[in-house]
């Protein structure tokens, strides 16, 4: 299954921004934009972005924690060494241990959601300009035929794209 | 390119930075030759010339049983705090004048750490046993005593040296990507790999977005966690002089002080050796030596409260440790610490010296000189001056311990020439942001919008 996408490239954010507006409401798919910098204003326009890499976060640091403790009290339970009628599991040293792993935790689960939330690695080929990554702004639409494909490049060069390119990727 | 008054475009950037990565002069390979070769020479030969030997090679014996092997790993891994650190907190309170250095700073944090790592190996004779310190399921019976500050510098390196390559590496995918337009053969193949397929669509950047500040606000607490344990490994020994609460404090701002003097230094070669003239500018400078002078004075305060404590504490121990350590053998180095450390930097109050390039990078080494000898201090005059004349002697560095310690620096200089090549060394994307934008008339210069905030 090929997808067809009308790529137009814009020389400023706020055109690009403004063609993604009109292609939105002019029926099609939500447009995603390619841009250099992140751009501002972006959910304004597309809708607002729910990111569940701060679910990722917490899980994370709560499972370090809990692991971190039981690392440390685990580990003083089952080699015992008693020192002079103290507690057994002692609360401060392992309160370190316990910080330490629910920083090391959460790292690992903010980077992993990360990978899963922004889809990286990629493992199929996507619609890419490379001009995207030096100085233009470019809005990717999805079309079903040429009819639409015309449409979207009229709205794309009314609202000042520089060039329209038709490309495809393998969808999802 | 100084010369050229046409203003900068986002091409430039580009341009600039695959320049630094693909484009090498003789120069270079010059300097990488000399500090593989300052490595293995200074630093190799004479480890393996220990191993061989023994321990005993160096001069490390009772009392002062820590050296400066020590002495260097405590210094690396202060060095490694201004890097992630910084580049953390700026990132947090949207400093703009950050996103020009950051990267290197980060670099530098990550190197002085793996140096860090290795100084320990150096350290305890026996580096084949090393991973004994992990806890991972054995045969031996053999499980950590997580009561130990060495066990919770195990814990907080570990996860020191994973967060700020993390983070550093998350911040630079945009740029991977950017580079891997650019480069052909070996190269292009590896920024394929390295930028994972980044695209820099919109959901991509706002993930980034995200992410990165949750890594930044996990970092700020790693950073000063890590130092203050280290000061425990000393401060929870019973040793006068070393058995001292102020000690997390005092390590974590010596860290951050000795961090900062090192970016000046990195930033003044990548300026002068790298063509960023454009982007690390007298700004960053300045801000800098604002920074390293509200530093300073703090640290001159912890130094000038420890030697209260102690003569406050009204114990003999303490009060002989503190006597020794002004008037003793190794008196001379305490007061050339005063001098590089407390005296020299009040120089940075005028505006003209911070902007001036050479003097600050001098004033840089010239603090980190005496951030190692408050290392060497910390630990060597205290272990020779303990409870009992019995336990008193004199600790001199041994020639394989301090072809070790110059060595370290060798083995510094290599990975960070090695980054600059591979790594783009300023952030494009970032550098981007704070430059005007594509369609709008120009009002700043790069990397300087913002100013000291």
């Known amino acids: 299954m090929v997808s067809h996408q009308a790529v137009g490239l814009f020389p400023a954010p706020d055109a690009a921004l403004a063609a993604a507006g009109k292609l939105k409401g002019a029926g099609f798919a939500t447009p995603s934009l390619m841009s250099p910098i992140p751009m501002e204003g972006v959910e304004e326009v597309l809708g607002e972005k729910k990111s569940v890499i701060k679910r990722f976060t917490l899980m994370g640091g709560i499972i370090g924690g809990i692991c971190g403790f039981l690392l440390a009290a685990g580990t003083a339970v089952v080699y015992l060494h008693p020192v002079g009628g103290r507690p057994i599991i002692t609360i401060p040293p392992f309160l370190i241990i316990t910080y330490e792993m629910t920083i090391l935790f959460g790292i690992l689960f903010t980077v992993l959601g990360f990978f899963i939330s922004a889809r990286l690695p990629a493992i199929r080929e996507r619609v890419y300009v490379p001009e995207a990554a030096v100085d233009k702004f470019a809005v990717a639409v999805e079309v079903d035929d040429d009819a639409h494909f015309q449409k979207a490049e009229s709205i794309l060069r009314e609202a000042g794209a520089e060039e329209v390119r038709a490309m495809k990727e393998e969808a999802a | 390119m100084p010369d050229n008054p046409r203003k900068l475009q986002f091409a430039d950037v580009n341009d600039d930075v695959v320049r630094s990565l693909t484009q090498t002069g003789s120069a270079y390979y010059i300097t990488l030759t000399v500090a593989i070769t300052v490595t293995l020479v200074c630093f190799f030969f004479p480890w393996f010339y220990q191993l061989n030997y023994g321990i005993g090679a160096a001069g490390m014996n009772q009392p002062t049983v820590w050296g400066t092997y020590l ?7 202060g060095l490694s705090h201004s890097g992630t650190l910084l580049s953390c907190v700026l990132h947090i309170t949207q400093s703009s004048w950050r996103k020009a250095m950051y990267r290197s700073a980060e670099a ?4 002085s750490l793996m140096v860090a790592g290795t100084m320990v190996m150096v350290h305890v004779g026996r580096p084949w046993f090393i991973h004994w310190t992990l806890p991972y399921p054995n045969q031996m019976g053999l499980w950590p005593n997580f009561r130990s500050p060495l066990m919770f510098d195990v814990m907080a ?4 040296l994973t967060g700020s390559s993390i983070f550093i590496y998350m911040g630079t995918i945009p740029d991977f990507a950017a580079v891997r337009d650019r480069t052909t053969g070996w190269r292009h193949h590896m ?3 390295l930028s994972l397929g980044w695209r820099g669509t919109d959901t991509e950047w706002h993930r980034l977005g995200w992410a990165y500040t949750f890594l930044a606000v996990l970092i700020i607490p790693l950073a000063v966690s890590v130092h203050s344990i280290v000061s425990w490994d000393f401060a929870l020994s019973l040793v006068p002089a070393l058995h001292q609460t102020i ?4 390590f974590v701002v010596g860290a951050i002080y000795s961090g900062t003097a090192g970016i ?3 930033m003044f070669v990548l300026r002068k050796y790298m063509n960023f003239e454009h982007y690390i500018t007298d700004l960053h400078f300045d801000n800098l030596g604002k920074l390293l002078i509200v530093l300073s004075l703090i640290w001159t305060y912890i130094n000038a409260l420890e030697l209260f404590t102690a003569w406050y504490s009204g114990t003999s121990t303490e009060y002989e440790a503190l006597k020794y350590k002004l008037f003793g053998y190794y008196a001379w180095l305490y007061w050339e610490m005063i001098l590089f450390c407390a005296v020299a930097p009040l120089l940075m109050i005028s505006k003209r010296f911070r902007t001036s390039f050479v003097p600050m990078l001098i004033l840089s080494i010239v603090i980190n000189i005496g951030m190692y000898t408050e290392r060497f201090l910390i630990v060597g005059t205290s272990l020779s001056r303990q409870y009992l004349p019995d336990s008193w002697g004199v600790y001199v560095p041994s020639s394989v311990e301090i072809s070790i310690m110059v060595g370290t620096l060798g083995m ?6 090695i980054f600059v090549k591979i790594f783009p060394s300023i952030s494009i994307y970032e550098i981007k942001e704070t430059m005007d934008q594509p369609g709008e008339a120009a009002t700043s210069t790069p990397g300087t919008e913002g100013g000291a905030d």
């Open chain 2, 71 to 77: 002495a260097s790993f405590i210094f690396w891994i």
């Open chain 2, 247 to 250: 000690f997390a404090p005092y």
């Open chain 2, 264 to 266: 000046v230094t990195v």
């Open chain 2, 191 to 193: 920024y394929v790999m």
């Open chain 2, 108 to 111: 530098m944090t990550l190197f």
């Open chain 2, 412 to 417: 510094f200089s290599t990975l960070f020439l």
């Open chain 2, 157 to 160: 390196i570990t996860t020191y």
